[in-house]
């Protein structure tokens, strides 16, 4: 079986023009993105080969945009990623799957009631009209949502509006979108999630979930959680008002953006692009002053990169706007503008803008200030103009905005 698998993976590979390097450079990168050593390349290349013996997957759209979806499956050159994502048993893939109506639904039906497979979870779950915004072969997003969760051995989340609800759950909210593990949380279903945020989702960390899942915990849902180091966050749920814990990869979304920004030089240097065309903007200065949220998105983009590793967006030369980030979009408009809202404490409370900007403002004015002066006194920053600059910027911004967003 396992000599098959690695046939039918090669073969798939030689026909999309992948070679074996190519795969084995791929492996790499898993790893890298894991945090794992280089020798675990072998180990890796190992799992993905054996594909044909992965528990199946079912992948479930949402409210969404099906960027995710885009993203994974690039569709005019697909990558190794997408290609690796082909050979798991993804019984049902509702927006490219070559089976449709009845056919498409029974083997999803047959899926669920043998158990024992991942569900993949695109979008944001819509709870407005009674789930009536979402129809799919009669039933509505949150039935096929619940029908598919029950019987999952874990769901992984892909892309923030699974999250959320992402912007989706956007002011007004009028669908009454929301996040999976939130409305799980409210039908008093326990299947474990893990949340891949971000809009779309990068595809190389839903292969590296997938693989981790096999490779390090051998196919077990309370394993993987157990040896998988994760991190909490917690929200407020947007439909129900509740509190939901939030689990997140640590060596994906254990770090700021800020935290592996090439710019961060800049930053510290208090080197700052403060308007697009400019000279600052040509010599590659820190995008902090026209909107970047990198020091408060936890993703590690600067690491994966997107598009083949190619680039991301602010190497690119756009500001991260925080799309890993929670309610991002309502927290992070306009996009180009600097914000008050900040994780505070270990970094893993969400303070949300609105009613406490102004303290929440202070604080980041405060964070960076401090910042500041720790480079200062690490010698790092000459004289203390950039500090001073720094918090001069951050008074006058927030004297402008009267402590409100
Ligand atoms: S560009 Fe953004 S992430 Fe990079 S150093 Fe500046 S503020 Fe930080
Ligand atoms: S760099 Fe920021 S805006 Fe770009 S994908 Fe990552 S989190 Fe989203």
């Known amino acids: 079986m396992a000599q098959e698998a690695h046939g039918a993976l090669y073969d798939l590979l030689a026909v999309r023009g992948v070679s074996r390097r190519d795969f084995l450079k791929y492996c790499g990168s898993i790893a890298a993105t894991l945090g794992l050593s280089e020798a675990m390349v072998p180990q890796i290349a190992a799992a993905i080969e054996s594909g044909a013996k992965l528990k199946p997957a079912l992948w479930l759209n949402g409210g969404a945009c099906t960027g995710c979806t885009e993203s994974v499956a690039q569709a005019d050159s697909p990558d190794v990623a997408t290609i690796v994502l082909e050979i798991l048993s993804l019984n049902y893939f509702e927006t490219v799957m070559a089976a449709a109506s009845d056919a498409a639904e029974k083997v999803k039906e047959e899926t669920i009631a043998e158990g024992g497979y991942i569900l993949i979870y695109e979008g944001s779950v819509m709870t407005g009209f009674e789930g009536g915004t979402l ?5 509505t997003g949150l ?41 799980l949380n409210h039908e008093g279903i326990a299947t474990p999630v893990v949340n891949l945020p971000t809009c779309p989702v990068n595809p190389e ?59 961060r030089g800049h930053f510290e240097n208090g080197e700052f692009v403060t308007e697009f065309g400019s000279e600052e903007e040509a010599l590659g200065y820190c995008l902090y002053k026209v909107g970047c949220k990198g020091p408060q998105t936890f993703t590690q ?32 408009t306009p996009f180009l503008m600097r914000l008050s809202d900040m994780w505070l404490g270990d970094g893993l409370t969400y303070v949300q803008p609105g009613s406490i900007a102004a303290v929440a403002g202070g604080v980041v004015a405060a964070g960076l200030v401090v910042h500041g002066l720790g480079m200062k006194a690490a010698g790092r920053v000459p004289g203390g103009a950039p500090t001073e600059e720094m918090k001069e910027y951050d008074r006058k911004r927030m004297a402008k905005k009267g402590g409100d967003k």
């Not at 129809?135 to 039933?139: L, P, R, Y």
């Not at 969760?149 to 992402?166: L, M, P, Q, T």
């Not at 994966?304 to 991002?328: D, F, H, K, M, Q």
């Open 135 to 139: 129809v799919v072969a009669g039933k």
């Open 143 to 183: 039935e096929h949502l619940k029908e598919a969760a029950e019987n999952a051995e874990a769901i992984i989340c892909v892309g923030s509006c699974a999250v959320d609800g992402g912007w989706v759950m956007g002011r007004p909210n009028a669908a009454e979108a929301t996040g999976v593990q939130g409305f």
């Open 205 to 263: 960390w839903v292969v590296a979930m997938v693989v981790q899942y096999l490779l390090v915990a051998g196919d077990d849902a309370a394993k993987f959680l157990e040896m998988t180091p994760m991190v909490t966050r917690r929200i407020t749920d947007a439909v129900y008002g509740t509190d939901v814990d939030l689990l997140f990869p640590k060596s994906l979304f254990g770090q700021t953006i800020h935290d592996n920004c090439p710019r």
């Open 301 to 332: 983009c600067p690491v994966t990169r997107w598009n083949r590793r190619a680039s991301w967006c602010v190497e690119s030369g756009s500001p991260c706007i925080g799309c890993g980030g929670l309610n991002w979009v309502d927290n992070n």
